[in-house]
């Protein structure tokens, strides 16, 4: 087998999305790939600041990095385009091993066109804005207009061309057109233009998909009808943009959501109206099926919360993958319940020494110590990357991340095992009630290699493989539990655990440790 740097040129495959009986893998370089993920500050998309980058990603160790494209840096004026930055950061990321994820920062970056080109973001007649019922005109473009879409098109479309030039290696893996698109302040575009498009006919793509009799917007989706119109248009108007640029070079593609609350939404606009939230997933799918996948940016540490939105967006029509998550300690250990939802990767937010903090979603500062339970999910993970993005296309990754006041946990492995997970306990024989940690930083991975057999890891935590059947946990035993490593994808023995090591389970510490476990009974 050959290093990935010494394969000619133009010869790895593309990157692609596949999908088999409902679940999802990324291929990259033709196989299973697992997005360990790093997204980059807003404004560390300029040569610069990629100095203030490395040294966090040299420490958290993602295999990935999300950075931003904007759309004023690469056509500064019309028609003429500049991709330095874009070239130094593939050579750079090349450097650090690093494969990359393009953030399309154009029409919609959180709601507004911040990131647009002077000449089209102070051009309200060209490119016009959304306006509310009560006439107001917001920052947040209208996907009503059509020389926006146009300008927005083409320039990606310059990328897209660009990147299939300059990166045969596939250091791109996958690009977000636009950010967190959506509009805060009104549910919908009410101008003239808008309304026209309102008082028309629900589009039959959607009413096929949804199974609905043909009808206006209002009559077919009654009271939702408005929230529902502008999340069409948007991810119509995202789809034309994708179309474009895949068909220039076709890379896998995703759309990012600032969530609403899963339990108390509140009201469209209070939220982002239009972007890819729960309740619009099935439009998102009909209007644009250039997008391979929605993906949740999740910045709601609590449990409950963190765990509801990883199963909404596991879908047999949407693979998941965790876009962005919040870069303080508490958010670390849902890496863990991603792969249990067979994620295709997780990313947090805000890696880089660049001084910026986004409390309170993230660490109040970002230190090397702030991003250590980051660098430990890595460290765990990364040498079974592989295996697990191949076993999550069957379905096999079982994975949990503790739950305050949760001090066990019962994950159902197959037919005849469960994995019973304990927090806050010694490693040694231990009588009573588990207290769980005293913050919850515990995490835990299973995940099935074959009929009885095992890779297992975690931290914090102490795993237990348990038979079902009563009867048969009181004859179980091990027949092996082996620490050791995977290398070029090969298992590489370390030691054998016995004794002291498995009589009181298979506990995880902070250390980095890999167990191949066969189970059997006697
Ligand atoms: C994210 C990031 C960046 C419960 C925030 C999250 C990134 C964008 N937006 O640092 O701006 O580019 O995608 C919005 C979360 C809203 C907070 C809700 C509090």
Redesign the pocket.
Known sequence: KRAAGERPAGEAPIPRIVTENGRHALLVDGEPFLILGAQVN?SSNWPRALDQVWPAIDIVKPNTVMVPIAWEQIEPEEGRFDFSFVDELLKQAREHDQRLILLWFATW??NAPHYAPRWVKLDNERFPRVVTADGRTLNSLSPHGEATLEADRKAFVALMQHLKAADPQRTVIMVQPQ??PGTYGSVRDFSPLAQRHFEGPVPQALLERLGKPPGTWREVFGDDADEFFHAWHIAHYIDQVAAAGKAAYPLPMLV?A?LRGPFNPGQPGQYASGGPTDNVLGIYKAAAPHIDLLAP?I??PEYSHYTTVLDRYARADNPLFVA?TGNRAEYARYFFSALGEQAIGWSP??IDFSHYS?WP??AKEVTPETLEPFALNYRLVAPAARVIARASLEGKVHGTAEQPGQAVQTLRIDDRWNAVVTYGVPQFWFQGEPPGNPEPVGRALVVQLGPDEFLVTGAHARINLVAGDPALADRQTYEYVDEGTYVDGEWVFHRRWNGDQTDYGLNFSDAPQLLRVKLATY
């Open positions: 807003n970056k959180n950010n967190e990012n600032a940016d910045y709601m962005e937010f805000g986004n979603l993230g």
